[in-house]
T-cell receptor
């Protein structure tokens, strides 16, 4: 199936630090989606990107749709303990596919 | 309230005993999909459906069946569950319109097969 390579697999950071994660693919996409999954819950949409080069913010979160349309990144600024969770990138090309996820741990 | 509802949330069953996990959405979405989540493997797609009576295999379809008789419902059927199907399952739905394909997820079903 279609593969999205998400990195890093996990991150351990101190509260207040900035976080960056990315997703790449060998294929071109029209959509990049970023989700967060809290423990025991289903993933929830954070940011949706539909245009190459698009940079979108949602509070302390910023995501960009790569100009080549083969990648996307998500930044979290000034992390707080409730940012803990698993972050997934996803794309839609008729069917929705997701990366392996980035597990984020924030130490107070 | 717009939502995707899965039932049950938790299920323990024995090998070989047929089971169905239900999924229902109230947003009139064309697209519905099932994923399983295992540690370190992310969300792997089992089956998806682009509309009523249209279903396709995802990346890990073996041992599963689905049906899409109505737009709002997309049940996942395990005819003869085995222990390797112990996992956390998610149903998701979305529109299929360019510029509007954000998926909404259910709360998950944790299945244990003993």
């Amino acid at each position: 199936g279609q593969q999205l390579n998400q990195s890093p697999q996990s991150m351990f950071i101190q509260e207040g630090e900035d976080v960056s994660m990315n997703c790449t693919s060998s294929s071109i996409f029209n959509t990049w989606l970023w989700y967060k999954q809290d423990p025991g819950e289903g993933p929830v949409l954070l940011i949706a990107l539909y245009k190459a080069g698009e940079l979108t913010s949602n509070g302390r979160l910023t995501a960009q749709f790569g100009i080549t349309r083969k990648d996307s990144f998500l930044n979290i600024s000034a992390s707080i303990p409730s940012d803990v969770g698993i972050y997934f990138c996803g794309t839609s090309y008729g069917k929705l596919t997701f990366g392996q996820g980035t597990i984020l741990t924030v130490h107070p | 309230e717009a939502q995707v509802t899965q039932n049950p949330r938790y299920l323990i069953t024995v090998t070989g005993k047929k089971l169905t996990v239900t999924c229902s959405q109230n947003m009139n979405h064309e697209y519905m999909s099932w994923y399983r989540q295992d540690p370190g493997l992310g969300l792997r797609q089992i089956y998806y459906s682009m509309n009523v009576e249209v279903t396709d295999k995802g990346d890990v379809p073996e041992g599963y069946k689905v049906s899409r008789k109505e737009k709002r419902n997309f049940p996942l059927i395990l005819e003869s569950p085995s222990p390797n199907q112990t996992s956390l399952y998610f149903c998701a739905s979305s529109f299929l319109r360019l510029g509007n394909t954000e998926a909404f997820f259910g709360q998950g079903t944790r299945l244990t097969v003993v």
